[in-house]
């Protein structure tokens, strides 16, 4: 049995080896995109939860690092960047320790990592031993704007299956690499996108310069491909055919711009399409679009213009179980905003009835069958709605089990944003119980998935909520600084969330300073009464009578 070398560094309590450490333990593979994860093909699996949230950093920043090496007060720095020199090197000590645990579980005491070393005060991961997905991206894409045809393009930009490190969007150590490979991946699609127009195929060109611009909408480049595929297009298929996919496209666009928490744009977009479908007689496309319509008019306050578009295009008896379904969900969240509670419970529940009562049905107008995922999209949001409406009507019990079954609809469904959603749910319904931890753990899990899915207003609300638990499990500091973010966030979008968010920070203030508490929640009513949303309303009271009985 042969040994490595290996040197101490009493620095920062870490082994230093001379590379060869641990070559039976099989490699290790790192994911950054769409948000930290570690696995290993072989041996124990990595740790599936982290103790330190300095050690999942460290990982991170070395990760990120060129040739993934950093010097160690670089790690401090970023890690710890407040702590006096002595307590940052003993927090660099313990996030090594629990590191390297983490990654290598049957890792003896004391004995070398095969994955994360240190030599003297360089910290780094063991080259050839550590595979990190955003290095295989950028080396794919790399490749292929430089030499590569349409299946060398198409592979890159297929491989930036999500954001980089979606949980550590705002984090300064990330901005740069994240920048690299979001116009990586932008240059890789115009590439494709334009290589498809080259080879006279505008469909594929449209559809990949629609995925740049969800991404970056500003492209101006990826703007001009998709208007040329467009054109193209117009040229070669009948005008009715444009029309319908023009159609199509805008209810997929509104619905980016609705989650993106731009609701007047998200409208006219479903005006549009509706006026589209409408034209040419598409009822059931009608029904779907005015469903889509009412909803993002029910969160810009606009419930009888909702019930209206509702009305409007009610679908009929022998529409598709979706298109019902979707009607029906439409109506509940028109409701639920409108604090009509019950009501809203028998509207999710006619929903989830039509979803589960036929085989998938195409749809005149809009596409094929739908996939499974939709439909277990549509039986998540569901569920979902019937406990939030139960757990407001105070039928605490009753709202356990749909949020539960809405949990493995959500996973199904392959949507962050929904299972950001019904993440929300569990929470509530955890906190009500009085499991705190658990509630805890439910709000991180949806604070990072809604920030994965790109959408600012329910990243603040979650930020909010995760807040207010943090108060109660008596980290004040925590829940100042989360509460500070929610409302940050949520100042420009106003009106609902922003009420929930000056609430939060309120309840976070209300000990030790009563007055500005006050005023937050003066601030919080206004905005409350402009959104029109009645448990945001319900909340300012709720923070207004806890403030009376303190003071």
Excluded at 61 to 76: C, D, I, K, T, W
Excluded at 178 to 190: E, H, N, P, Q, S
Excluded at 387 to 408: I, K, M, T, Y
Excluded at 518 to 541: F, K, P, Y
Aim: glycine share 6%; proline share 6%.
């Amino acid at each position: 049995m042969t040994t490595s070398a290996r040197t101490y560094d009493r620095g920062s309590g870490a082994h230093a080896d001379d590379g060869a450490a641990g070559a039976g333990a099989g490699p290790l593979h790192l994911y950054l995109l769409g948000g930290f994860r570690a696995e290993r093909p072989l041996g124990v699996p990595p740790a599936a939860r982290w103790p330190r949230p300095g050690a999942r950093t460290l990982v991170k920043l070395l990760a990120l690092a060129p040739g993934h090496q950093l010097h160690r007060e670089h790690v401090m720095a970023a890690c710890w960047p407040h702590a006096e020199l002595g307590a940052a090197l003993r927090n660099l000590r313990v996030a090594l320790h629990t590191a390297r645990h983490a990654l290598e579980p049957e890792l003896r005491p004391r004995a070398a990592s095969s994955y994360l070393t240190a030599d003297g005060s360089l910290l780094r991961l063991v080259p050839g031993a550590v595979l990190i997905d955003a290095d295989r991206v950028e080396t794919l894409a790399d490749n292929a704007l430089r030499c590569g045809g349409v299946p060398e393009l198409t592979a890159a930009f297929e491989a930036f299956t999500g954001e980089l490190l979606p949980e550590d969007r705002y984090a300064a150590w990330a901005d740069a690499r994240r920048t690299r490979l979001a116009d990586l991946r932008a240059a890789t699609g115009l590439a494709l996108a334009e290589r498809h127009l080259a080879e006279s195929d505008p469909v594929r060109a449209a559809t990949v310069a629609r995925r740049v611009l969800d991404q970056a909408p500003a492209d101006d480049r990826a703007r001009r491909v998709l208007n040329e595929a467009s054109r193209r297009r117009e040229r070669a298929v009948p005008r009715e055919d444009v029309d319908l996919e023009a159609a199509r496209v805008r209810l997929d666009w509104a619905l980016t711009l609705d989650r993106s928490g731009r609701y007047d744009e998200a409208i006219g977009v479903l005006r549009q399409a509706l006026a589209a479908y409408a034209l040419r007689g598409h009822a059931d496309a009608c029904a779907l679009a005015a469903a889509r319509l009412a909803e993002v008019l029910a969160r810009r306050h606009r419930p009888a213009e909702a019930h209206a578009s509702l009305r409007a295009h009610a679908p009929g008896p022998a529409a598709p179980a979706e298109v019902r379904a979707a009607h029906h969900m439409a109506r509940s969240l028109v409701l639920f905003y409108e604090g009509a509670y019950e009501a809203g419970l028998d509207a999710a529940r006619t929903a989830q009835a039509a979803v589960g009562s036929a085989p998938p049905t195409a749809t005149a107008g809009l596409a094929p069958a739908p996939p499974p995922s939709a439909r277990s999209a549509l039986l998540a949001r569901s569920l979902a709605q019937q406990a939030a409406c139960n757990g407001l009507l105070g039928r605490f019990e009753q709202a356990v089990a749909p949020a539960e079954q809405a949990l493995d609809a959500a996973e199904a469904s392959g949507d962050p944003a929904l299972l950001a959603t019904v993440l929300s749910v569990l929470r509530e319904n955890a906190r009500r119980a009085g499991d705190l931890r658990q509630a805890l753990r439910h709000g991180r899990r949806a604070l990072a998935l809604a920030e994965q899915a790109g959408r600012p207003t329910a990243t603040a609300f979650e930020r909010a909520n995760l807040a207010e638990l943090q108060l109660s499990l008596g980290d004040a500091v925590e829940a100042e600084r989360l509460a500070r973010a929610a409302v940050e966030l949520a100042e420009p979008f106003g009106g609902t969330v922003l009420a929930f968010a000056l609430t939060a920070l309120a309840r976070v203030r209300t000990a030790a300073d009563p007055a500005g508490a006050a005023a937050l929640l003066d601030r919080a009513e206004h905005r409350a009464r402009e959104g029109g949303h009645r448990q945001a309303l319900d909340e300012v009271r709720a923070a207004r009578a806890e403030w009376a009985a303190r003071h």
